[in-house]
Nanobody, 117 residues
Framework: QVQLVVSGGGLVQAGGSLTLSCAASGTTLSQNTLTWYRQAPGKPREMVAGMTSGGATNYPYFVKGRFTISRDNAKNTMYLQMNSLKPEDTAVYYC???????????WGQGTQVTVSS
């Protein structure tokens, strides 16, 4: 059974930083595609960071240079480092993983990130 447990959300002032963690069990993140998404009220869920099993990363323009996705293979945990946060980054953030040999994806529970101006 795959479980993803997210932690690290909270309230931060504009310009501040937060790091989200997503600890996995039942799957090996180093063999998976990893993605962080967010969803703000009234808006569709959007991808904010992705990493392949080979370590290649990609980011949409609106977070590029501010957000960094990473993983710790020993801890089987993925991270989202968020710097220079803006009020428009306020959303519920989710981690997602898909094993390379499967079409199935798994989601962590959301964590609220609120950026005050």
């Amino acid at each position: 059974q795959v479980q993803l447990v997210v932690s690290g959300g909270g309230l931060v002032q504009a310009g501040g930083s937060l790091t989200l963690s997503c600890a996995a069990s039942g799957t090996t993140l180093s063999q998976n595609t990893l993605t962080w998404y967010r969803q703000a009220p009234g808006k569709p869920r959007e991808m904010v960071a992705g990493m392949t099993s080979g370590g290649a990363t990609n980011y949409p323009y609106f977070v590029k240079g501010r957000f960094t996705i990473s993983r710790d293979n020993a801890k089987n945990t993925m991270y989202l480092q968020m710097n220079s946060l803006k009020p428009e980054d306020t959303a519920v953030y989710y981690c997602n993983t898909r094993p390379n040999d499967s079409a199935r994806t798994y989601w962590g529970q959301g964590t609220q990130v609120t950026v005050s101006s």
